[in-house]
């Protein structure tokens, strides 16, 4: 039978915030709000957090969460999560979604939309995208846009205000990428095998790295922002935020 693992990569070490996943939000450290939220999924089977800091290993499991200890030589999020699929003995059809661990506003519902992509039999990678709303977004190369085709297959992702607006009569929607993905595990291994790209190493993003070696990013619009923390000046907006959502 077929399982759906929720993995959430969490780095103690952060240059513009050391020890962030620890950091107190509304009461709790910020990695269990994104831990509980994925276990609210009816969807998911299993929720682990993978890390490399015992600091964090013991918070996960002090909330009774479930934590990997893995390497501390991987350079990117999937590679982690490669390594977590081998760990737990995944099946190569097996879904694996990768939630990042300082979004603690990243609702159930979004994960939801995340796991629909995979209804579809033949979809081995997917992720999520977001009206842009906020004209400062769509100048801001930290917000990172997205077009899909006809199919809702990703044609290109990018840093840059994409589709350039030629046309000042014209209104065209733009979407923000969610840094959220989902992948089968027999994909997942080969993509974390797969040389860095010229168009990944140019944008600094990774997931450019599967379309110029030919392969498919099924994209799901949600109607649902997040957002992450990146620095500690970040938490009041973050604790704002998730007084709307949660109450």
């Known amino acids: 039978m077929m399982k759906t693992i929720v993995i959430i990569p969490a780095r103690y070490g952060s240059t ?9 939000i509304s009461g709790k450290p910020m990695i269990e709000w994104v831990y509980e939220n994925a276990l609210k999924c009816d969807k998911v089977d299993e929720v682990y957090v993978a890390t490399d800091d015992s600091r964090i290993y013991d918070c996960v ?32 059809e097996d879904i694996i979604l990768n939630i990042q661990g300082d979004e603690p506003t990243f609702r159930k519902e979004m994960i939801e939309d995340l796991v629909s992509v995979f209804e579809d039999k033949d979809v081995y990678f997917g992720t999520l995208k977001v009206l842009i709303d906020k004209k400062e977004e769509l100048d801001n190369p930290n917000v990172v846009k997205v077009i899909d085709d006809i199919n809702h297959d990703a044609i290109y992702f990018s840093r840059f205000t994409i589709p350039y607006e030629r046309d000042e009569n014209r209104k065209t929607n733009h979407y923000k990428h969610i840094g959220a993905y989902g992948y089968k595990k027999w994909f997942l291994m080969k993509y974390s095998k797969m040389d860095k790209s010229e168009l990944e190493l140019s944008e ?20 649902y922002h997040t957002v992450g923390v990146d620095t500690p000046e970040q938490v009041k907006e973050v604790e704002e935020l998730m007084e709307v959502i949660y109450g």
């Open 16 to 24: 513009r915030f050391p020890g962030k996943p620890l950091a107190i």
């Open 61 to 92: 499991e002090s909330f009774n969460g479930k934590a990997l200890m893995t390497s501390d030589k991987h350079t990117c999020g999937t590679d982690r999560l490669a390594e977590c699929a081998e760990i737990l003995k995944l099946d190569d």
């Open 204 to 223: 600094s993003l990774e997931q450019l790295r599967a379309i110029e070696n030919g392969y498919k990013i099924k994209v799901k619009e949600t109607k």
